[in-house]
Antibody
Framework: EVQLVESGGGLAQPEGSLRLSCATS????????LKWVRQAPGKGLEWVAD????????YYVDSVKGRFIISKDSSTSSLYLQMNSLRVEDTAVYYC???????????WGHGTLVTVSS | QSGLTQPPSASGSPGQSVTISCTGT?????????VSWYQQRPGKAPKLIIY???KRPSGVSDRFSGSKSGNTASLTVSGLQIDDEADYYC????????FGGGTKLTVL
């Protein structure tokens, strides 16, 4: 069974940092692109960041470029999102997502809530 | 601002059918067969219900169907049930917006 389990969310101050983790199991970790998708309270889904199969390519939505870093550790089948210089508008539930291919998101974690507030 | 446009809301009575549209451009929906739909119930993570325009993952009810014409993809929910009340999002390969803005389906 494919599983993606996020952790690391919580309350952070503006300009602060948080590191999200996603523990995966049940599939060949290096055979899929992985993504972070977020959802602000009462809003729709927003793609945040991508990492390719071998971790050599990363992509970001414009609003987080230069502040967030997506990475992966194949030895532990884990995905990460380092979030720096956090803003109030980064407040959202962050989902770890497996991309089956061509932007088809076939497995989602349960999400972890990040709240940025002073 | 999403590149894929969905109506904010849709509704129907139990047993009826409802169709939700997802309008993109010739760079995304119009060009690719990789259009997918997701159901998100309140407080839950999204779930893939349609991929490659009209295919259903194992375990998804055949009351859900997808289609595409030109730059517009559609999700049809037949035989509406109370349990279908949820937010529905489309996604397409290509283009600038990964997800549509979402459609809240209300079963009256």
């Amino acid at each position: 069974e494919v599983q993606l389990v996020e952790s690391g969310g919580g309350l952070a101050q503006p300009e602060g940092s948080l590191r999200l983790s996603c523990a995966t199991s049940g599939f060949s970790f290096n055979n899929y692109w992985l993504k972070w998708v977020r959802q602000a309270p009462g809003k729709g889904l927003e793609w945040v960041a991508d990492i390719n199969k071998d971790g050599s390519e990363t992509y970001y939505v414009d609003s987080v470029k230069g502040r967030f870093i997506i990475s992966k550790d194949s030895s532990t089948s884990s995905l990460y999102l380092q979030m720096n210089s956090l803003r109030v508008e980064d407040t959202a539930v962050y989902y770890c997502v497996r991309d089956w291919g061509w932007n088809t998101f076939d497995n989602w974690g349960h999400g972890t809530l990040v709240t940025v507030s002073s | 601002q999403s590149g894929l446009t969905q109506p904010p809301s849709a509704s129907g009575s139990p047993g009826q059918s409802v169709t939700i549209s997802c309008t993109g451009t010739s760079s995304d929906v119009g060009r690719h067969t990789h259009v997918s739909w997701y159901q998100q119930r309140p407080g839950k993570a999204p779930k893939l219900i349609i991929y490659e325009v009209n295919k259903r993952p194992s375990g998804v009810s055949d009351r859900f169907s997808g289609s595409k014409s030109g730059n517009t993809a559609s999700l049809t929910v037949s035989g509406l049930q109370i349990d279908d009340e949820a937010d529905y999002y489309c996604s397409s390969h290509g283009g600038s917006g990964v997800f549509g803005g979402g459609t809240k389906l209300t079963v009256l």
